[in-house]
């Protein structure tokens, strides 16, 4: 039972690195209704400029803060310049722009900071609350952290007006124009957040991980099925869905065995999947004929 | 799903027109299959080598082109078919001892039956879900295969060393020559096939169901038995693809079909063109040398150009190659 | 006036030369000879390494020897030829790795192939490069199978076998904790399965009872959390660790977070002080068990060792983006340093055969970062550069070697 609890309590911390990529993801599909899989690694070289910055001497809190600005500014600009003239391509030619932007910043980092593991701060302190031996106090402090942003964004998206623009842009470009929101800029400010809520994301996974290259590449797929798991276009699904991803990985490892764990999580989030096509908490979408 | 690509995709209607071009068409093939014939003697055993592996490439992708551009399924997974197709070659070759050349027809046969199997579930899934789906599978691939009660035949994680056939007496032809010509011979077969697949009912039904599902359903078209039929063909091709393949490399292991064997299969089809035959051939060349192309150009970053060269060919040629030179010729006939 | 013709002088003169020349054939060098990729002024060499994918960590050892080979060159070369190595990328994947084998030796016709690093990319070169009769050398990789002249002749190892290094293991549990309960955590392929081969061999019948669990992992999972709480919650007191850096760090940690303080074994891959413990916490590494046979370049111990300072020196000259902190670096040196003793011994006899026979017949090679006490030795039977290993505990600080240095002895 103790082990259960363990495996459990394990789960919900992974998830929690899981459910905060996820959050990434499904910003990115609320605003521009793709999934960026080239996000993952944006938040591994945001990460990498977290982690030069404290090399060089600027306190947590200052780099932190710097990392998320420069990944929402580096966000926009990646909008603006690689992915505008695709804009109105094929959508899976928008899929090989995204593949592209993750062999790119996976080669970049790897060529400028080495492929070497290095520590990451974290900024929560290293004992672990009350004393306990089933989560560390970081891996508690970073799913605080995913619930806030998670917070702001469905703060975001209700009540202001803005965020009312942006879902507006990503379900009907045509009409939002005619209403005179400018689509492609909120295109670009989604790429900023969904880019800045990456940056977020990686700092709070590498600590954990340990910080190189490739960290986000297994990350990056349990995040997908997270986010598909509680519906793509639901914030909060993809956090719930992040969380049982990560429990349920534990749990089956556990379990049925670790050399099979990732093939039976995977069938059950696709079993799961097929028998709610849109995920657990997702929009089931109706189209006229 | 892409709507640039309909205009692409559908056959005309048959008219005197029609048949100038389509003798047209038939003469250019049968230069290309010339060309292709008298390649191997000019370049050398290295060379042939990796145009056999072009070869091979070429059939996997017509098969993911056919689900994916034609059909209108995504799959990020084809991966798992290629390397189904590959150790089911390997296996046949090194604990039942078959020839070569019968192991190609089975490898393909499984896949199919696998393919079908697996669209069935997947009929359920859309898009973003059917990638997924699909994702999972190929990742789960080599997991699968390392596993232990599979050991015995797949060999785990040492993998499988095939024997390289031998080419038939009295022809003078080098191994890797002979081996050009064999997956050369199931190219012509293969692509035949699937050319008069695409321009039949069938072709034009799995079209209807990319662009107007319900429209195609309304219509009679029975969109379950499509959509798993195409899934089931384009794994079978897929599965071809990997047995040749493998035979070519002479080894197969489990890692060596991983996630991004899939992410590639699905650069070759968008670079080389969707719904398009010869886009399979382009994707092809694409997938074998750019990588290499990439290597030369910088040690320090390869993948950092590769990048590039993705993004340069989505810039100027978002519908791939085959889009591109379908512009091209429309606009030289005006 | 007649001119007196020299011509007949300096016939004589010639065939006067000549004859002593035939009389002591060792006095004048003999004439070279050259196998492909060998010339008066170049020896190619070439290899595939993984500059990029899941092992990419590894490339640093392609880029050293790079370094290491302009040294050479800018000291004149060996025996006054440069050193040139090709060095491909093949991404850890088998199919690339062929590809670019078949390239190096049919298009680049190298002399030799040094350092192709990884089981599963050699595992599919092996048939092929004994069939080419191309030498295979001081492959970067521990398997076993590498070391098998009768049916290989052309290929030959060089790491610490990883079947030995588990059996070095198991023979020290059974000698000094015989009632152990042993939890194994094991990479999901070639390298992890061998040396888990290892220990379960050296362990034999005993192995049954004492393992009480063994659990895996893929390198593409995040992390080893929970493994690492199921191994835990077997009772085990002794845990052996076989990952690769970022995983046996992961792991480490893990271990020491959840209260859990067994033996900890951990093999010699994840055992660099720099790219494992310093992340994993050097106050949670204390205690832990490996074993070595080169010297750690993080290891205070090691500080004012000349061979430390020579190998830092180059960092410093030639591999300035190197990381001095990385031991694989360490690693590449030793090898390079090898590779240019078989070309040395070669001398002037630059063909593929030689180059085999002298790879066979290296005696004492002494490289100066091996750790004291430890050479290579290779003959036509004996085909493992390295078979000698010391145990060593971490202190929290430096590895401290304890007991005699082991022989592993000729594998099959």
């Known amino acids: 039972m103790d082990q259960l609890i363990h495996q459990i309590l394990s789960g919900l911390a992974t998830g929690g690195i899981y459910a905060s990529v996820a959050l990434a993801l499904v910003m990115i599909y609320q605003a521009t209704h793709l999934v960026n899989f080239a996000q993952g690694e944006l938040a591994m070289f945001a990460t990498y400029l977290a982690w030069a910055l404290i090399q060089a001497g600027v306190p947590y809190w200052g780099a932190f803060a710097i990392t998320v600005v420069s990944a929402f500014v580096g966000g926009v600009l990646i909008e603006r310049i690689i992915i505008r003239p695709v804009e109105n391509a094929p959508i899976l030619a928008v899929v090989i722009v995204f593949i592209a932007l993750l062999v790119i910043f996976n080669s970049l980092a790897g060529w400028i900071f080495s492929y070497t593991i290095k520590p990451f701060p974290s900024p929560f302190p290293a004992e672990p609350l009350f004393g306990n031996s089933y989560v560390s106090s970081h891996e508690l402090g970073s799913m605080a952290i995913t619930l806030v942003v998670l917070l702001m964004l469905f703060v975001f998206f209700r009540y202001t007006p803005l965020g009312l623009a942006m879902r507006a842009a990503a379900q009907n470009p045509e009409s939002s124009r005619l209403v005179g929101i400018r689509v492609g800029w909120m295109l670009a400010l989604g790429w900023g957040l969904a880019a800045a809520i990456g940056a977020i994301a990686g700092m709070m996974v590498a600590p954990t991980v340990f910080l190189e290259p490739n960290m986000m590449g297994g990350i990056l797929l349990y995040a997908f099925a997270g986010a598909l798991l509680g519906g793509i276009d639901s914030p909060g699904g993809a956090v719930l869905g992040g969380f049982i991803v990560g429990v349920l990985e534990n749990v089956v490892g556990a379990y049925v065995g670790t050399e099979l764990k990732l093939t039976v999580a995977l069938i059950v989030i696709v079993g799961v999947l097929v028998v709610r096509p849109s995920g657990l908490f997702g929009k089931v979408h109706v189209t006229r004929v | ?334 | 006036m007649t001119i007196v013709s020299l011509r007949p002088l300096r016939w004589l003169a010639a065939s006067a030369a000549l004859a002593v020349a035939s009389l002591s054939p060792n006095v004048f060098a003999q004439a070279a000879k050259y196998g492909p990729g060998a010339s008066a002024t170049e020896i190619k060499l070439g290899q595939t390494m993984p500059y990029s994918g899941p092992a990419s960590a590894y490339g640093t050892i392609g880029k050293l020897h790079q370094a290491y080979f302009k040294m050479i060159n800018d000291n004149g070369g060996i025996n006054g030829r440069k050193v040139n190595l090709i060095s491909l990328d093949d991404g850890y994947s088998p199919p690339k790795t062929v590809e670019q084998v078949r390239r190096l030796v049919e298009q680049d016709e190298v002399l030799a192939l040094f350092q192709t690093l990884g089981t599963p990319p050699n595992s599919a070169i092996h048939k092929y490069v004994n069939g080419k009769k191309v030498p295979h050398l001081l492959l970067a990789t521990g398997a076993t199978k590498w070391g098998d002249p009768k049916n290989f002749p052309w290929t030959m190892g060089f790491n610490l076998s990883y079947q030995s290094e588990g059996e070095i293991y198991a023979k020290w549990l059974l000698k000094t904790k015989p009632d152990a309960k042993v939890a194994i955590l094991y990479q999901n392929d070639d390298y992890g399965k061998d040396v888990l081969k290892g220990v379960k061999d050296g362990l034999g019948a005993a192995g049954a009872k004492m393992i009480v669990k063994e659990a895996t992992y893929e390198v593409t999972d995040p992390t080893v959390d929970s493994q690492i709480i199921a191994l835990q919650g077997s009772g085990a007191d002794t845990f052996i660790n076989i990952t690769t850096p970022k995983f046996g760090a992961q792991a480490v940690r893990k271990a020491w977070d959840s209260g859990w303080k067994p033996l900890h074994i951990i093999n010699n891959v994840s055992a660099s002080v720099g790219s494992v413990l310093i992340p994993a916490g050097l106050d949670k590494s204390v205690g832990l068990v490996t074993v070595q046979y080169y010297k750690d370049p993080n290891d205070p111990q090691w500080k004012d060792d000349p061979a430390m300072l020579e190998w830092r020196a180059f960092m410093g000259r030639y591999y300035k983006e190197g990381d001095p902190k990385d031991a694989s670096n360490l690693y590449a040196y030793i090898t390079a340093q090898t590779m240019v003793q078989i070309l040395k011994q070669c001398g002037n006899d630059l063909t593929r055969e030689n180059v085999m026979k002298q790879a066979a017949s290296l005696k004492n090679f002494k490289s100066a970062l091996l750790l004291p006490g430890m050479s290579m030795n290779t003959s036509p039977t004996d085909f493992f550069p390295i078979q000698q290993a010391q145990l060593a505990k971490f202190t929290g600080q430096l590895w401290q070697g304890f007991g005699d240095v082991i022989s592993t002895g000729a594998q099959p």
């Open chain 2, 1 to 334: 799903m892409s709507t640039a690509a309909t205009s692409l995709a559908m056959p005309a209607a048959p008219s005197v027109v029609d048949a100038a071009r389509r003798r047209r068409q038939l003469i250019g093939v049968g230069i290309l299959i010339v060309a292709a014939c008298v390649l191997p003697f000019l370049v050398g055993n290295y060379r042939v080598f990796q145009l056999t592996l072009v070869l091979a490439y070429s059939i996997a992708l017509l098969g993911l082109n056919m689900l994916t551009g034609y059909n209108g399924q995504i799959s990020l997974g084809h991966g798992a078919f290629y390397a189904i197709g590959a150790y089911t070659a390997a296996i046949l070759m090194d604990k039942a001892g078959m020839p070569y050349w019968m192991t190609i027809p089975i490898a393909g046969a499984v896949c199919m039956v696998a393919g079908f199997l697996f669209g069935l579930p997947a009929l359920r899934l859309e898009g973003l879900y059917l990638a997924l789906a699909t994702f999972a599978l190929g990742v789960a691939m080599p997991q699968i295969l390392k596993h232990k009660s599979l050991e015995h035949w797949t060999g785990g994680v040492q993998g499988i060393v095939i024997v390289k056939p031998d080419a038939p007496e009295g022809l003078g032809l080098s191994q890797d020559q002979w081996l050009y010509f064999f997956t050369l011979a199931w190219v012509v077969v293969m692509f035949f096939v699937g050319w008069n697949l695409l321009r039949g009912r069938i072709g034009r039904a799995m079209v209807a169901i990319r662009d107007q599902p319900v429209a195609a359903q309304a219509m009679g078209v029975n969109t379950s038995l499509v959509k798993s039929l195409t899934f089931g063909v384009s794994a079978l091709y897929t599965g071809v693809a990997g047995a040749l393949g493998s035979i070519a490399i002479q080894f197969v292991a489990p890692d060596s079909f991983n996630i991004f064997l899939s992410i590639t299969l699905v650069v070759g089809v968008v670079i080389g063109g969707l719904a398009s035959i010869s886009g399979a051939i382009y994707g092809a060349f694409f997938i074998q040398f750019i990588p290499n192309v990439a290597d030369q150009i910088s040690k320090a970053a390869p993948w950092a150009i590769y990048g590039i060269f993705l993004l340069a060919f989505m810039y100027a040629m978002p519908t791939g190659v085959a889009g591109f030179v379908r512009i091209l010729r429309a606009r030289l006939r005006r």
